[in-house]
């Protein structure tokens, strides 16, 4: 996946509250395991509208979203933040996020950041005319008016998100010490390694 260092863009001052994960993906399109054209899809039923704040041009592309609390909650499907990831989004601010989609955005590269409802409503303020910047390195978000507002985020997310590592590129990152630990077993063990060849 993609590293997370510092993302500079037009944000989405969406803001609704308790948004689930049928809202942002509606059941309909997850007859699919493909990522790609699922933005399609997101927010179906907010977008049948056609001065939905998604489609309006300013918002084309956009790689944050400013949602409000309780952001992902329902049921656990992945596609979520497969979806948000296709529309462009990189990052996410609310007051607080659902733990699944938490956990499933993170495993997509996507940068989930918790931060007090007054300071995101001061990011919607904003949001209307100018960009912000969500640095993870430094732990803030940004405005062109001297806005800074910190947030905390898991030191072990931190660095899988700035390394760009997924579940995949953590196990590849330990080649070294799996080889080590394979020619150690071999010759402390070699019957074990002797059973796993001759399957």
């Not at 308790?18 to 942002?24: E, G, P, S």
């Not at 905390?152 to 330990?174: S, V, Y």
């Not at 799996?178 to 077993?185: G, T």
């Amino acid at each position: 996946m993609d590293a997370f260092k510092t993302l500079t863009g037009i944000a989405v001052p969406f803001g609704a509250k308790n948004v689930d994960t049928d809202v942002i993906i509606p059941a309909r399109f997850l007859k699919t395991i493909q990522r790609a054209g699922l933005g399609k899809g997101a927010f179906a039923v907010i977008r049948e509208n056609p001065d939905n704040i998604f489609d309006q041009p300013r918002h084309k592309g956009a790689p944050v979203l400013i949602a409000g609390d309780n952001f992902g909650c329902g049921s656990s499907r992945e596609h979520a933040p497969w979806a948000l990831t296709d529309m462009g989004f990189r990052a996410v601010i609310a007051p607080s996020f659902a733990d699944i989609f938490s956990g499933n955005a993170f495993k997509n590269g996507m940068l989930l950041v918790a931060l007090p409802q007054e300071q995101i409503d001061r990011l919607m303020e904003v949001a209307q005319t100018d960009e912000i910047t969500v640095d993870l390195e430094n732990q803030v978000v940004t405005t062109p008016y001297q806005d800074r507002f910190a947030f905390e985020i898991d030191p072990f997310r931190k660095h899988c998100l700035m390394n760009g590592l997924d579940e995949i590129g953590l196990t590849e990152a330990m080649d070294k010490d799996i080889a080590a630990f394979e020619a150690k077993l071999a010759a402390d063990q070699p019957w074990i390694a002797g059973a796993a060849q001759a399957a």
